[in-house]
């Protein structure tokens, strides 16, 4: 066996997975040059311990139990000040690192030159049988302290391991549906067609206008405004299925398919016949006699249903309450993942992101149909991220509209783009 | 020809590993295996713990996919692996104890390579633990005057990852072409 050299420190780790424990190796041998090697428990001069594993504790109060005490190096995301312990914030980095080491090499240091000096006073005090027991108590205590490997192990275990049971969220299949993508050849035919109006003839767009108020968007919107205020579960009632609204969950249920609710989101219900807006009730429900709760499928969450309703209801119009030629912003990018997307959604969320525009902006700018605007805008606006500027800042902001920078890689994001939509069979 | 990357970052179990594989046209490498070729010492010693996929562009051109190594214990490793990135992907796992923290962690951490690139954020497990929302994260990153995607993501459905990494490249271009 080799003998290690002097300044070498031997280090056991504690509370790191396979992979960390891999890493740790590496950035021993490299960065940290070698000044420290992983070792068996027993063999080492110091512990490092990951204060953020999920058995921390337990194994700090493992380690700072052991006799002799050695140094314990605490890696950890916030600052921790224990007793016989040195600190290093993470991320680790290789100086900090550096700088434990040479606290725990001097540490250890002092604490032979102690032992040494113990050892000379005790062998001019002993005789020379009690030094013979002496060394064999230390070495049993050594063997106590001694822990198995698999006790090692399921501390490494402990940060990896999940139990995954399906709860009832789980089975709520609708709500956490991936997002369908609309591109512009099936937009028509998915988000429905307006009549009367050429969206070719910039002239006619400030008539594209819809009411949501005269739709059931509108009814829905306002039932999940009062559910909301009252912190009550409520269930809008009309002349087509009943919708429980579940606030504190964000949370809808309807028992309908989505071919059904595009089509009856499309009836202008104040000039229908068949559909009387007088029946339209809310009422109180008790989830516990309604029984809804048995269909976990019809769950769908609030911010889903309620975008594509206000696609269905737009069909590339936009809502009569905004103005076109006034700025709109957007506070934060809709969760795609989980919506309908609707052909260049991503482009112009990205561009709003970037600061205010009006709608005509946004078309001029992108270089894109309308409707795409249009149906964009009336579904963020139906689920409050989106709203029309009426600050002095957002008129200036407006003013100065950014310009889109011409990225140097443009190219190259738009081949990327294509390989992740599938254009790109590379 | 030159080569970019795209990098996965967050805590262990976000679904980096996964995420990869999800958009990789050759089989992951596990930095085990190629490591393990490189030298017949001890496989512990040699093995590079990290997850690397390509996807592959028309003209032969790469994207290099690479999963950052050992959560949040080390950095020097990350420098590394961001140098020629194009941007970061950073994915939170909602069931994990503080997920704020750990966003606002990797965020910190990658903050250079933020400011020069961009950063979307895929939060998984929402389906197994509802407590903090979409919106809830948006809240969070407000303080922190950020304004990027956000979304829910199930790391093994491609089109989850491939519309998150999407988001990447139109926060950071909107004025790219959508063929």
Known sequence: ?426 | MSQYKIIFTGPVGAGKTTAITSLSDVPMVKTDEAASDMTKERKAETTVAMDYGIMLLNGGEKIHLYGTPGQERFDFMWDILTAGGIGLVLLLDNSRADPFKDMIFFLKSFSGFIQRTGVAIGVTQMDVNTRLTIDDYHQELQKLDMKVPVFSVDAREKNDVSILVQALMFSLDPGIDEV
């Not at chain 1, 512990?47 to 890696?75: E, N």
């Not at chain 1, 916030?78 to 434990?100: C, D, F, G, R, S």
């Not at chain 1, 936009?318 to 989980?338: A, E, G, K």
Request: hydrophobic share 40%.
């Open chain 1, 1 to 426: 066996m080799k003998s290690k050299p002097t300044d070498l420190l031997t280090v056991s780790i504690y509370g790191m997975d396979g992979r960390t424990h891999k890493t740790m190796i590496l950035f021993l041998k490299g960065p940290c040059k070698g000044v420290a090697q992983i070792v068996e428990e027993h063999e080492a001069d110091v512990d490092i311990v990951d204060a953020d594993a999920m058995d921390a504790r337990v194994i700090l109060d493992h380690c700072l139990a052991r006799q002799p005490l050695r140094p314990i190096i605490i890696l950890s995301l916030e600052k921790l000040n224990i007793e016989h312990t040195i600190y290093v914030a993470k991320p680790v980095k290789t100086e900090a690192m550096l700088a434990a080491f040479k606290e725990a090499h001097d540490w250890l240091k002092k604490k032979k030159e102690k032992k040494k000096e113990n050892k000379i006073t005790t062998i001019l005090k002993k005789p020379e049988s009690n030094i013979q027991l002496t060394a064999k108590v230390e070495q049993a205590k050594v063997d106590r302290i001694k822990p198995s490997t698999e006790k090692q192990a399921s501390f490494e275990l402990s940060t990896e391991k999940k139990f995954y049971s399906q709860s009832l969220e789980q089975k709520k299949t609708e709500k956490h549906k991936a997002a369908m993508m609309i591109n512009e050849q099936n937009f028509s035919s998915f988000i429905g067609i307006v009549m009367g109006i050429d969206f070719n003839d910039p002239m006619q767009w400030r008539n594209a206008r819809y009411s949501p108020k005269q739709h059931y968007q509108g009814y829905v919107q306002s039932s999940i405004k009062v559910a909301y205020e009252k912190r009550q579960v409520i269930k809008l009632n009309s002349s087509w299925k009943p919708l429980i609204i579940l606030p504190h969950s964000r949370e809808l249920w309807l028992d309908s398919d989505d071919k059904q609710l595009r089509a009856f989101s499309g009836v202008e219900l104040s000039s229908s016949p068949v559909h009387d807006v007088k029946e339209m009730i809310l009422s109180k429900v008790n989830p516990k006699e309604e029984g809804f709760a048995t269909k976990l499928d019809k769950f769908q969450d609030m911010n889903v249903f309620v975008w594509k309703l206000a696609c269905w209801t737009s069909k590339g119009r936009y809502p009569d309450t905004l103005d076109i030629s006034t700025s709109v912003y957007l506070n934060q990018w809709p969760n795609f993942t989980r919506l309908v997307v609707t052909p260049h959604a991503m482009r112009i969320a990205a561009l709003l992101i970037v600061g205010p525009r009006s709608m005509l902006d946004i078309i001029r700018t992108l270089k894109v149909k309308p409707q795409y605007v249009f149906v964009f805008i009336s579904a963020a606006y139906a689920i409050g991220i989106l709203g029309q500027s009426k600050r002095q800042v957002d008129e200036i902001i407006e003013t100065e509209a950014p310009k889109i920078k011409s990225v140097p890689k443009k190219n190259l994001f738009s081949r990327i783009l294509n390989k992740l939509r599938g254009s790109d069979k590379a």
